[in-house]
């Protein structure tokens, strides 16, 4: 079996490390961008409690990052979380947005 260690999200543990960590100011600079072109929304499906947001075709989801994995991904309103996008092979604010953002398009695309 496996070693199993505790997963520390910034949405369970805001200010973890005192002051804002790179990966907490990079999951807020992609909520302002997500607000740009989503209505907020809350989210308190399966234990999420959280503001998100929701697209025109009822994709909802929120941004989350998790300190272990140093790493922005997405999380959606059915608890499934989406990709992820790893913090120590990117610093690029553009790059990180495009990837969330291709990701929140494709879900859309599936919704009949």
């Known amino acids: 079996m496996g070693n199993v260690r505790e997963v520390f999200d ?6 973890k490390y005192g002051e804002p960590t790179p990966l907490e100011l ?3 600079a992609m909520e302002e961008r997500f607000s740009k072109l989503y209505e907020k929304d809350f989210i308190d499906t399966y234990g999420s409690n959280a503001w ?3 697209t025109p075709k009822g994709t909802r989801f929120f941004v989350n990052g998790v300190y272990e994995w140093n790493a922005v991904f997405l999380e959606y309103d059915d ?7 790893w913090l120590d092979d990117v610093d690029d604010e553009e790059q990180v947005f495009r990837e969330l953002l291709t990701e929140v ?4 695309a599936d919704i009949n």
């Open 26 to 28: 990079m999951a807020k």
């Open 79 to 85: 608890g499934e979380d989406g990709d992820r996008v």
């Open 105 to 108: 398009e494709r879900n859309d």
């Open 10 to 15: 910034i949405k369970q543990h805001p200010g």
């Open 52 to 54: 998100g947001f929701k």
